[in-house]
């Protein structure tokens, strides 16, 4: 069993560093704030394994899910709201944000 | 498994490592979003670090049971706190996005270099004094316009 909380904790380790260097190297707002939800999960995750669980019940609903979401709603009115990457092709939430700037 | 890789050697490293990468993060990024995403990492790898310390392998999670022998706990009380900590964080997190927004209705941009110069020269100009003085850029960095007669004489006579 303990065996099994350390394969565990060890890929969730690296599955947190990981995805926290991406939230900041990675070009596209939206995907970092995602990034960031990802590391926020794994904590979660991590306080179950460490015998947390109320803990662990705040950090995914709160933490990983109203934290995430208020994020995303603030890259809609910063104007950084923008799903693909390459510019090129704009979709038409990005048209849309992009209209809403203007106003 | 490694012999002497621990469960509470691999949370601590992940929790450092969560704190450094956000501290960088905030240092280092040049968009004041990122900044903000960082400082959610360092916040969470803090929370991992507290709740860690009340940490027992052998311990159960803290919840008393009417039995006649309780099984030893894990610390409850940095769980306590570390709980409130999340709720505090997701409000500093609300705020500094507000700020956000209104330094991008102020100023129309988020980059970092950006909104320092015009923030400088605000500050200059509601202050009264020329803004290439007080400014202290590095060389190469910033072009600076080319200094008045009289200040350039008074250079040369103190040289």
Known sequence: MSEVELWIALILG???????????VVKNHLAAVAAASVVSLGLA???????????????????????????ALALRRLGLWQIDSG?????????SSKGKDDA | MIPGVTLELILYVTALGLVIIGLAGVVLSSHLFRMVLALVIAEA???LMLVLSGYRWDAVAPILMQRAEQPAMVDPVPQAMVLTAIVIGVGIQALAVSILIRIRQRYG?????EVAEKMDA???AS??????????????????SPLPAHTAESRGGDA
């Open chain 1, 45 to 71: 995750l991590l306080f179950a394994l460490m015998r947390a669980p109320d803990v662990a019940m705040t950090e995914a609903a709160v933490g990983a899910g109203l934290s995430s979401l208020i994020l």
């Open chain 2, 122 to 124: 605000e500050i200059a």
């Open chain 1, 14 to 24: 690296i599955m947190m560093l990981s995805s926290a260097v991406l939230a900041l």
């Open chain 2, 45 to 47: 790898g803090a929370n």
């Open chain 1, 87 to 95: 510019s090129e092709n704009s979709n038409l939430l990005s048209a």
């Open chain 2, 109 to 113: 941009n988020l980059k970092r270099r």
């Open chain 2, 127 to 144: 202050a009264g004094i020329r803004r290439d003085i007080s400014q202290d850029a590095p060389l190469g960095e910033r072009p600076l």
